[in-house]
């Protein structure tokens, strides 16, 4: 029995023992050459150049002799969750973006178009505080939040004697627009005033001008003596209402010529300006043809500002649309108009009540035929 174990079992016993010193001697000839591969490349990495670090290794000098080195070893689960803080860090440092310092705004209060200059004093984490001018005498304090292109905020104001306050949501449509809404009204029961709502805009920089619809092409027509609108035989006479009429008295009294400026449009308080004389195609009575300027520019109409902005009315559709005529000007219009008639929603807002006199054949029939860009619908746009 013990010579047929020394026969065939002895050596594939002796083989199998050899096959596991190998094994485990191999092993250990691996691990140790890892381990001098690894001390290798943290000596090469002591003695890289400073100036040009690998991206996951950060190199910081420590008095003048010693070198600390840092490894940054990537999880490669971290490409895949994400902390809620840090998903609300993100969210904030993309779509967070910083108020400029000056702004104008533009809203309408009882057919008038009031302008105020708001001034950004503080922002921090998504908050922004300032103070509100609408003139010399009146200011409010300002505090909201703009986060994601969006600002929400309420002002209040300032003066001991009177407690007035409103609320704004503002969307931003450019670096330099943001468009909304506000609401405000005044505490004393005694005051008569509701809580009143209109279109509300802010206009980057100080922009006294922005009330007078005043564009860029059209100073340089003043600047070149261009033939203006005012004068074309293509445009209609502008619309009137009664609360402008008796502003443009006020401001005419130097015109002792004049005995009248407008005419009554069809027993309406909307009156239609009239011409220099009864010839068709005459330019606007107060439009200076020695300067190519008009006479009341700090006072004309809405209609007059609005221009080439204009409303229609879609007879097949029944609804008015917002847009501009882009025919009508002898200047090449800017590429952001549908930009800037966001500025004018104060203006539409007003003139809304009339929008069927404003939009009749009668009173637009020289324009009924001219090119008109749609823009946007006219309820949707001011509301």
């Known amino acids: 029995m013990l010579e047929i174990f020394n026969d065939y079992w002895l050596p594939i016993l002796s083989a199998i023992a050899g096959s596991l010193i190998a094994f485990w001697g191999a092993r250990a000839a691996y691990f140790k050459y890892k381990s001098t591969k690894l001390e290798r490349d943290s000596n090469t990495m002591k003695h890289s150049n400073p100036d040009t670090p690998n991206k996951d290794i950060s190199i910081t000098n420590k008095n003048d002799n010693r070198t600390t080195i840092s490894i940054n070893i990537p999880n490669p689960l971290a490409d895949k969750t994400e902390s809620p803080e840090s998903i609300k860090s993100n969210s904030f440092s993309r779509n967070s973006i910083l108020l400029k310092d000056t702004w ?4 309408a209060e009882n057919e008038t178009l009031q302008s105020e200059t708001i001034t950004i004093t503080r922002q921090s984490n998504g908050t922004s505080d300032g103070i509100v001018k609408l003139n010399e005498k009146d200011l409010y304090s300002f505090k909201g939040t703009f986060d994601n292109g969006i600002l929400t905020g309420e002002y209040y104001s300032t003066s001991k004697h009177e407690d007035e306050r409103g609320a704004i949501n503002l969307k931003m449509i450019s670096s330099d627009i943001l468009t909304g809404f506000c609401s405000f009204a005044k505490a004393a029961i005694t005051s008569g005033d509701q809580i009143r ?38 445009i209609d006479m502008p619309v009137i209402l009664e609360s402008e009429a008796l502003v443009i008295k ?22 239609i300006m009239d ?3 009864d010839r068709d195609g005459a330019p606007c009575l107060f439009f200076n043809q020695t300067n190519s300027k008009c006479e009341i520019y700090d006072n004309r109409p809405i209609d007059c500002r609005l221009f080439p902005y204009d409303i229609v009315f879609d007879e097949e559709t029944h609804e008015y649309w917002v847009g501009y005529y882009d ?3 002898d200047r090449q219009l800017p590429q952001d108009m549908e930009q800037k008639i966001h500025i004018l929603r104060p203006y539409f807002f007003i003139i809304y009540p009339y929008i069927h006199i404003f939009t009749n054949q009668q009173v637009c029939s020289k324009l009924k035929d001219a090119h008109f860009q749609r823009l946007h619908k006219l309820r949707e746009f001011i509301f």
Not at 104 to 107: D, N, P, V, Y
Not at 199 to 214: F, Q
Not at 221 to 231: F, I, L, V
Not at 250 to 271: E, V
Request: proline share 3%; charged share 25%; glycine share 4%.
């Open 104 to 107: 104008t705004s533009l809203f």
């Open 197 to 234: 709502v209109s279109p509300y805009i802010w206009v980057s920089g100080k922009h006294a001008d922005i009330t007078n619809g005043t564009y860029d092409f059209c100073t340089e027509c003043y600047t070149e003596k261009k033939k203006c609108c005012c004068a074309s035989p293509r």
């Open 250 to 271: 006020q401001a005419i009294k130097a015109f002792k010529r004049l005995k009248g400026f407008s005419t009554q449009y069809d027993r309406s308080n909307i009156r």
């Open 275 to 277: 011409r220099k004389n």
């Open 327 to 329: 025919e009508l000007c």
